[in-house]
């Protein structure tokens, strides 16, 4: 069974029960790289090999599976030092504002709070209380958390390409720049194991960031069911398998809420040749955790994601285009994209969050994604 959590008072958010390997110290020192994998291409890039990694239906060779073995060992050795997860926890308790849940009344407020920031020592705990539907979806992560040690055990046919893209993964940040360090070892045994968990998805690009951002937070049991969860909530699975049928349909979306609020700015990236497909495939196919804002605007976007699940990216996009109208607008074909494929800067997060919030809460009121995503199916629906 997952972590359990007293739902009765602020303690939802300070459980211990699994220690968080290297969590705060590794948040606070985050710097602003991202991966340098290509999201450019919609349908080619964000493949792994061969636009999906597939299973070889032949037998590897002898050396094919002495590399591979190698390299699990890579990953199994240089064990390292645990911090003091006790004493970061108390330090951060100590440093709590306002914003610190530690009222007995925060059931009644979540939605608010959440929005302001979760602070960073309870993320991981916030995360997964909010992403199991405040702990009413995990009768099964007893089970799950036994698979995850079993999928360990198990090779996978991704993980010479996980390999690859684990050291351009965030690579200057403090948990994962030694190489099969303690976070590089974490983030491929999550990577691998919901490869072989998730079969028709197995590995896709933008996965990395992904994994790598909830690790931050959680240790690797931990993060392998918030991902688990992740993807039966807001069904993950066909943002990634062949043909990308989530990610095609974000796109039609963002494209009618653009032209909705900003039909200016629609009209002029339509007129360069500029659709949703080509710049924002790598905000949605690594939840925007790909270099697209700044980490510490990640972050806010993620605590929201959490509580009201994917529709909200759509308004993260449109949040994020908004800010930049003014300079899209002037700008030629070549720059727009140098601006859109660049890690944008958002003035505010505060103002940021509060208009996606705004546009997300008046579009819970209208059903606006939800009629847009059936105009979608309507039309790509097979007769």
């Not at 979540?110 to 979760?118: A, P």
């Not at 360069?272 to 976007?301: E, K, N, P, Q």
């Amino acid at each position: 069974m997952g972590t359990k959590l007293n739902t009765s008072g602020p303690a939802v958010w300070i459980q211990l029960a699994n220690a968080q390997h290297e969590v705060e110290q590794a948040a606070s020192q985050l710097t602003t790289a991202s991966s340098d994998t290509d999201f450019t291409t919609p349908q080619s890039s964000i493949r792994t090999t061969s636009s999906h990694v597939r299973k070889s239906t032949s037998d590897n060779s002898f050396e094919m599976n002495k590399r591979d073995s190698d390299l699990r060992q890579q990953y199994d050795q240089r064990p390292e030092k645990v911090p003091n997860i006790a004493a970061e926890m108390e330090k951060w308790h100590a440093m709590t504002d306002r914003y610190g849940f530690l009222n007995d009344n925060y059931n009644l407020d979540i939605t608010q709070r959440v929005y302001k920031g979760i602070p960073d020592c309870w993320r991981g705990e916030a995360w997964y209380y909010l992403v199991t539907d405040r702990l009413r979806n995990t009768s099964s992560d007893c089970e799950l958390r036994s698979t995850y040690r079993e999928l360990l055990s198990k090779e996978s046919p991704y993980e010479r390409q996980i390999d690859l893209d684990i050291p351009r993964t965030l690579r200057d940040h403090i948990m994962f720049k030694q190489r099969y360090g303690s976070g590089q070892r974490a983030l491929f045994n999550v990577l691998r194991a919901f490869a072989s968990y998730d079969e028709e998805v197995g590995y896709c690009q933008g996965m990395t960031n992904i994994a790598a951002t909830i690790l931050m937070y959680c240790e690797e049991e931990k993060a392998f069911l918030i991902l688990v969860h992740m993807f039966l909530r807001d069904g993950l699975h066909n943002l990634y398998i062949p043909g990308f049928p989530i990610l095609m349909e974000s796109f039609f979306i963002q494209e009618r809420l653009l032209k909705r609020y900003m039909p200016k700015l629609y009209n002029h990236l339509a007129d360069l040749g500029l659709s949703s497909d080509i710049y924002s495939t790598r905000w949605y196919i690594t939840l925007f955790a790909g270099g697209v804002v700044r980490y510490h605007t990640l972050m806010r976007i993620w605590d929201a994601y959490f509580l009201c699940g994917y529709d909200l990216f759509f308004f993260v996009a449109i949040t994020l285009l908004k800010n930049y109208e003014s300079r899209l607008l002037a700008s030629d074909m070549d720059t727009c994209m140098t601006l859109l494929g660049s890690t944008m800067s958002v003035p505010d997060d505060n103002s940021f969050i509060k208009h996606v919030q705004k546009l997300f809460d008046k579009n819970v009121r209208n059903g606006t994604v939800d009629k847009l995503r059936q105009e979608y199916q309507e039309k790509h629906t097979t007769i």
